[in-house]
């Protein structure tokens, strides 16, 4: 009985360990500054054009490689280009990926992990182990191979990045599904003669979907720092797209003479990752408190 | 040692399912290896040629077959782009990668272990504030990001160290530290909090009660209870390793395999590409394998359960 328990308590620590569980410990209002960061950019993908007007990728032979100033406020890049519009402008693709991958993953990955949670037995079985090597095969070798037969696309880039993080819905969704499978509401509905699905729907879902939203909303957060990575090195959308990885390979040449091209899009990109995490983050720390 | 049997008997379909997977994905795309190597204007001799060689008009199966048994004799095939056997390419380039990867995650269990411990050891104060808010921001860093700033600050302004490429150990230290900020954050965390729950637990008041000094009962008995979840997170955080290790050999120029792997994707080279993967995936099982071990020599409860 205590090995079997020891088992148990390993296997618990895995799955908190699986779990992208990025704990903040900062003495702010999470929740208050998460969401501002989160609005802001998210503001900024859909009214891009409204909120600083022009073609990002417009060249200006005149402006090239120009420190910030009132009129560039992030300066300018190796083709005059402004680089505040840039990246203002590179929010809808960068988030985009992010926002869609993680969406691509969770639908199936949480319909699965519920499955799997729910009937045990075979099935459980089954889904577990394949989960379990598909863990082995990262998103960005999926991604590397993708791009090999599909050529390189933001479109390839998420469809890599979302198949890469259905084990991850999957575990979670499965170990919470086991969590409330004995609670007395799921009981009494199974003794009422509810069908599987109707219990899965009416009582699991939404036992489990506040939960569900905190992993979201910090697989966001991590889908970014993968996906502006694999831009990065040549793997997103090709050169004149402001995707923000992309920016930042731009910025690589030029290090020596123009700092701004190197950190403004590098700060973006933490910034927003932080972003979520602290929105992630507060939401559970509210669930753990109640 | 039946524990450590079963594992890697585990990891045998899990490999075989994986080389399928990356097989297929490879070939059963529209247009063939030889029609993305060759453009369309190269003659249909050239085509049915590189065909041949390829054995493409053999059927799927059969060809995986024949892929997987030269897998185990080494035979891993050539590189399309330069016509060297994948085989010598890949040796030639493990090194490096196995060099970063170690040494990544040694610095980042080292750094992670120690201010975990001071964070925990000094609760509730400056110290513990300090520590937990930094790895807190730390954490949505991009590691390529913090590569670049760290070449501009320590190789670039300073001179300390060289920018890219590689040669001497000197040309690791930053490839080393960039990839070890990834891993620091969610470590020192879980140091952190494993130890704040270990030092509540009985059997650690049973040991201060028999009159163990402070520093013994840290080592003999917290730590390697403490260490368990520790060194299972590193296991589970090897896949996402993977990650920016790629980016980071692509940044430094490093002869590895993650910048093996984007140059055979961008070059459209498949056996190149199967064989280059499929090290990373074994890579990845390996530093899995070392977890289990490692877990299994700190709580020797696991080795003992039924399965």
């Known amino acids: ?290 | 040692m039946r524990f450590l049997l079963r594992r890697l008997l585990q990891a045998i379909p899990t490999l075989l399912a994986l080389s399928l997977v990356v097989f297929l994905t490879l070939d059963l795309v529209p247009g063939s290896a030889a029609s993305a190597v060759l453009d369309d204007a190269s003659s249909d001799a050239a085509k049915s040629l590189l065909c041949q060689q390829l054995s493409c008009d053999q059927p799927v199966l059969t060809r995986y077959v024949s892929y997987l048994g030269g897998l185990l004799h080494g035979e891993w095939g050539t590189s399309i782009r330069n016509g060297r056997p994948v085989f010598d390419e890949i040796m030639l380039r493990l090194p490096s990668t196995l060099a970063l990867t170690v040494g990544a995650i040694a610095v980042a269990a080292l750094v992670g272990g120690m201010l975990g411990s001071i964070a925990a050891a000094h609760q509730g104060t400056r110290w513990d504030t300090a520590i937990t808010g930094v790895v807190s921001v730390a954490a949505s860093l991009p590691s390529f990001w913090v590569a670049l700033i760290l070449v501009s600050i320590f190789a670039l302004q300073l001179g300390w160290l060289p920018v890219f490429g590689s040669g001497s150990p000197r040309h690791y230290v930053i490839p080393v530290l960039s990839v070890a900020v990834a891993l620091i954050p969610g470590i020192t965390l879980l140091t952190r909090s494993s130890l704040l729950e270990t030092r509540r637990q009985m059997f650690v008041v049973a040991a201060h009660a028999r009159g163990i000094p402070q520093r013994a009962v840290f080592w003999r008995h917290i730590e390697p209870v403490a260490a368990i979840p520790i060194v299972s997170y590193i296991g589970v955080q090897a896949v996402h390793l993977v990650g920016s290790l790629v980016a980071i050999e692509v940044i430094f120029n490093l002869p590895g395999l993650g910048g093996l792997a984007v140059q055979a994707a961008l070059d459209r080279d498949p056996f190149l590409l199967q064989g280059a993967t499929l090290t990373i995936a074994v890579i990845t099982f390996a530093i899995l394998l070392v977890v289990d071990v490692l877990v299994m020599i700190l709580d020797p409860r696991i080795a003992n359960a039924p399965a």
């Open chain 1, 1 to 290: 009985m205590a090995a079997r328990l020891s088992i148990r308590t390993l296997n618990g620590n895995l799955t908190r360990a699986h779990l992208p569980d990025v704990q903040v410990h900062l003495a702010l209002p999470k929740r208050f500054l998460g969401a501002a960061i989160v609005l802001v950019v998210c503001l900024m993908a859909l009214f891009a054009p409204q909120i600083v007007p022009g073609d990002p990728s417009q060249i200006d032979a005149r402006s090239r490689l120009q420190a910030p100033s009132l009129e560039h406020p992030f300066g300018t890049d190796a083709f005059g280009r402004d680089l505040f519009r840039r990246v203002v402008h590179g929010a809808q693709p960068s988030l985009g990926v992010s926002v869609f991958a993680v969406a691509l993953g969770a639908f199936p990955g949480i319909l699965l992990g519920m499955m799997a949670g729910r009937r045990g037995r075979w099935l459980d079985h089954l889904l577990t182990q394949v989960m379990d090597a598909w863990i082995a095969l990262p998103g960005v070798l999926l991604a590397l191979l993708l791009a090999a037969v599909m050529g390189r696309s933001l479109v390839v880039l998420t469809l890599a990045l979302g198949v890469g993080t259905i084990p991850m819905f999957y575990r979670v969704a499965r170990a919470e599904t086991l969590r409330i499978r004995s609670a007395l509401y799921v009981e009494a509905a199974v003794s009422l003669g509810a069908d599987s699905w109707r219990i899965t729907r009416a009582h699991v879902l939404p036992n489990i979907a506040s939960s569900m939203i905190v992993l979201c909303t910090v697989m966001v957060g991590r889908m970014l720092l993968a996906t502006s990575a694999l831009s990065f090195i040549g793997l997103g959308a090709p050169p004149p797209s402001p995707e923000w990885g992309g920016l930042l390979a731009e910025g690589r040449t030029h290090m020596h003479e123009a700092w701004w091209l190197m950190w403004f899009p590098g700060l973006i990109i933490a910034l927003t990752t932080f972003g979520f995490y602290l929105l992630g983050n507060s939401v559970r720390d509210q669930q753990a408190g109640e």
